[in-house]
């Protein structure tokens, strides 16, 4: 257990629906990420919240919609998704170090396996 | 733009055996972090260590050791005396440190899969 908790962890939907995945964190970090981690690809950075603010959209496209209502949760929106989309999706927190420069390692939840018919 | 490197995509040991992962990194920075995270069939990641830039002492955890060498930009990790429990794919990873409400924000290699046979 790594305190981070994502749900669903396994989802299978078609092109037009929409769905969410959840993450929630009980370590009282501020900072959260979303990464992806496909077969063909190293894990990707999407994402990054710093106190519910978004800092970091790494060109991800808009068919993702993350949310960030509290520190303690974060949302991945899904909608009109393509096949090339299934992957693992992986959801990290950190606290953001104090001093600033003495920021600490990301704890990860165990994703949310995401397949895409 | 910051790479990781991990040239070694499986590695297959007998228990016991000793297992070094290695790791070359790129980056424009001049602090930055270096990780190693584990990844089990479960699917999270979890945390194995962390080295700062500017300190290149290498060190033992238990049956872990890292070898991180600033002047070829390495950051080696050995298991010792690999156990079947240690079969998973190992993940090497690289953040930019010291700026303000950056996060950790990680890249990755495309990790080493170990798999410990008995």
């Known amino acids: 257990e790594t305190g981070v908790t994502q749900t669903p962890r396994h989802l299978v939907m078609g092109m037009t629906n929409k769905k969410s995945l959840k993450c929630e964190q009980h370590?009282?970090?501020?900072?959260m990420y979303w990464y992806k981690q496909s077969a063909k690809k190293p894990l990707e950075l999407m994402f990054v919240?710093?106190?519910?603010?978004?800092?970091e959209n790494n060109s991800v496209p808009s068919r993702f919609s993350p949310e960030c209502p509290n520190s303690s949760h974060l949302f991945l929106h899904l909608h009109t998704l393509q096949p090339e989309d299934s992957a693992l999706y992986l959801c990290a927190s950190s606290p953001l170090g104090r001093p600033i420069s003495m920021n600490t390692e990301a704890f990860f939840g165990q994703g949310t396996r995401l397949t895409v018919v | 733009a910051q790479k990781v490197t991990q040239a070694q995509t499986e590695i297959s040991v007998v228990e016991k055996e000793d297992v070094t992962l290695d790791c070359v990194y790129e980056t424009r920075d001049t602090t930055y972090y270096l990780f190693w995270y584990k990844q089990p069939p479960s699917g999270e990641l979890v945390f194995l260590i962390r080295r700062n830039s500017f300190d290149e002492q290498n060190e033992i955890s238990g049956r872990y050791s890292w070898n991180f060498q600033k002047s070829t930009s390495s950051f080696n990790f050995t298991i010792t005396a690999s156990q079947v429990v240690d079969s998973a794919v190992y993940f090497c990873a690289l953040s930019e440190a010291g700026v303000k409400a950056a996060g950790n924000k990680l890249t990755f290699g495309g990790g080493t899969r170990v798999l410990v046979k008995p």
């Open positions: 919240y710093n106190f519910k603010e978004q800092t």
């Open positions: 370590l009282g970090h501020n900072a």
